[in-house]
C-alpha cells in the first residue's frame, strides 16, 4: 500500500488514478495528523507527502523517530525549489520530487524504486 498525504483534493484527485494506474495500491487522505500512528500498525510500503500540508515535517519526523516506522520510504513533494528539497532531504525524507511541469514521470520512478514493483499491498 502506498499512502498519498496531500490537503488539496486535486492533487489526490490526480495522483492516485496515476500511481493506481501503474499497478499499485493506494491509499489518500486529507490530513497527517494521525499518519505516524496508522503507519506503526499497518505499515505502507511507501508515505508521499505534500510539503505544502501543514505540519507535512512534523509528519515525516514522527515517521522517523518511530522505530517502528523510521525504515518506511517516504517521498516529499512540492513546488521546484532546492531549499524545500534540501530541507526534507536533510529532515529524512528518501526523496523530494519537484512538481515542476505536473508530468509526474520522476514520482513514478521514486515509487519504483523505493517501493519496488507493484504487487500486493
Avoid at 496515476?18 to 494521525?34: E, M, N, Q, Y
Wanted: glycine share 6%; with cysteine.
Amino acid at each position: 500500500m502506498i499512502w498519498v498525504l496531500s490537503d488539496k483534493v486535486s492533487t489526490r484527485t490526480e495522483l492516485v488514478p496515476l500511481i493506481r494506474g501503474k499497478g499499485f495500491h493506494v491509499s489518500d487522505t486529507d490530513c497527517d495528523a494521525h499518519a505516524a500512528q496508522r503507519a506503526r500498525f499497518h505499515p505502507p510500503k511507501l508515505v508521499i507527502i505534500d510539503c505544502g500540508m501543514p505540519d507535512s515535517f512534523n509528519t515525516l519526523q514522527e515517521l522517523r523517530s518511530d522505530p517502528y516506522t523510521q525504515s518506511i520510504p517516504v517521498v516529499m513533494f512540492s513546488v521546484d525549489d532546492r531549499d524545500l528539497r534540501q530541507e526534507a532531504l536533510l529532515r529524512g525524507a528518501n526523496a523530494y520530487v519537484g512538481k515542476g511541469s505536473m508530468d509526474w514521470a520522476e514520482l513514478l520512478t521514486e515509487i519504483v524504486r523505493l517501493a519496488g514493483p507493484p504487487g500486493p499491498a
